[in-house]
Every structure is written in structure tokens, then in C-alpha cells.
Nanobody
Framework: QVQLVQSGGGLVQPGGSLRLSCVAS????????MGWYRQAPGKQRELVATITRTGSTRYVDSVKGRFTASRDNDRNTIYLQMNSLKPEDTAVYYC????????WGQGTQVTVSS
């Protein structure tokens, strides 16, 4: 089993920045990819970014150049640095990890509004 605990998020004005963190514990040796999903009201959950064990990243087009995923293997933690935030980035963000089985963080609200 893998446990994911998120922190970060909150309310920010358009153009602002936030950083999300996700600490993994448990059978983390099984994990080969981690990432971030988001779900806006009335919409399906969307994959935002992924990061592999070696640090390779991929992003959905709508966040490229604004969001950066990173990881600290010593702390078993991944991050999502979100810059130039837009109102359409408003959603609940979920940390995700997969070993073949999927694991989820508890979710954290990000609201971009003036």
C-alpha cells in the first residue's frame, strides 16, 4: 500500500503562484510514476502533469510553460509549482501515484479569483 498526503493550495489572484506538495509513504518502491490530476466543478478529472522516477515530466498543453512538476527522492515528495495562474485553473488537485495500482492523495482546493 501507498499513502499520499498533500499540502498547499488555497486562494490566489490571477497571475499569482502556488505550490502543491505530496509526500508518499508505505510501499513506495513499487511506484514508477507520480503526478497531479485536477477536477473542476462539473468536469471530468484531468491529468495535469506526470513525473517519473528519473524526473522526466509531461504536461497537459493548457499548463505548459506555467506549471512545473519536480521531486525530492530523499523526502519521497513531489511538487507542483504553479505560476501565472488563471481562473480556469480553479479545481481540486489530486496527487497520484501508480505501481500498476493507482493511489490518490486527499485532494486540495486551488481557487484562482480576484
Amino acid at each position: 500500500q501507498v499513502q499520499l498526503v498533500q499540502s498547499g493550495g488555497g486562494l490566489v489572484q490571477p497571475g499569482g503562484s502556488l505550490r502543491l506538495s505530496c509526500v508518499a509513504s508505505g510501499s513506495i518502491f513499487r511506484i514508477y510514476t507520480m503526478g497531479w490530476y485536477r477536477q473542476a466543478p462539473g468536469k471530468q478529472r484531468e491529468l495535469v502533469a506526470t513525473i517519473t522516477r528519473t524526473g522526466s515530466t509531461r504536461y497537459v498543453d493548457s499548463v505548459k510553460g506555467r506549471f512545473t512538476a519536480s521531486r525530492d527522492n530523499d523526502r519521497n515528495t513531489i511538487y507542483l509549482q504553479m505560476n501565472s495562474l488563471k481562473p480556469e485553473d480553479t479545481a481540486v488537485y489530486y496527487c497520484w501515484a501508480t505501481s500498476g495500482d493507482d493511489y490518490w492523495g486527499q485532494g486540495t482546493q486551488v481557487t484562482v479569483s480576484s
